[in-house]
């Protein structure tokens, strides 16, 4: 039997005709900064767990010009300290995110890529076990 980890579906919510239950917690478009407030990008969307309809991810893009060029970057919800004035404070420094594994899509079906980047940001992927508790918003 598969486990969770391995059953699990991550998308795009754009891709997905889905709405946040809140809207004011739609958080897409917002700046991106660091722990020591350094800008970071903007995140471009939300990756979700389809079983559980669940943000897992923040979808955040980096550099380029109107979108060409930009790299973009999965970072766990785990890492978010704080949402405040369309600004999503994390607690990585940029530096670690440019270094970071590269979104893609194609990945986010392999189990071992995404508990890779929980890895890389210092995360245990608890989530993928079942009873892992979801995070309580960011203040």
């Not at 809207?23 to 900064?33: L, Q, S, T, Y």
């Not at 380029?64 to 300290?81: H, K, S, Y």
């Not at 704080?82 to 530096?95: A, F, K, L, M």
């Amino acid at each position: 039997m598969a486990e969770a980890s391995e059953k699990a579906v991550l998308i795009e919510l754009g891709d997905t005709g889905y709405e946040l239950a809140d809207p004011d917690e739609d958080v897409r478009g917002f700046k991106v900064v660091d722990q020591e407030d350094d800008e970071i990008g903007t995140v471009d969307d939300l990756v979700i767990d389809m079983d559980e309809k669940r943000v897992r991810f923040l979808l955040v893009g980096a550099g380029g010009f109107l979108g060409i060029g930009e790299t973009r970057f999965m970072i766990p919800i785990e890492a978010v300290e704080s949402i405040e004035d369309c600004i999503v404070h994390i607690n990585q420094t940029r530096e670690r995110v440019v270094e970071s594994p590269k979104y893609d899509p194609e990945l986010c079906k392999d189990p071992r890529y995404r508990d890779g980047i929980y890895g890389y940001y210092g995360f245990t992927p608890y989530y993928w076990a079942g009873s892992w508790p979801y995070p309580p918003p960011p203040k």
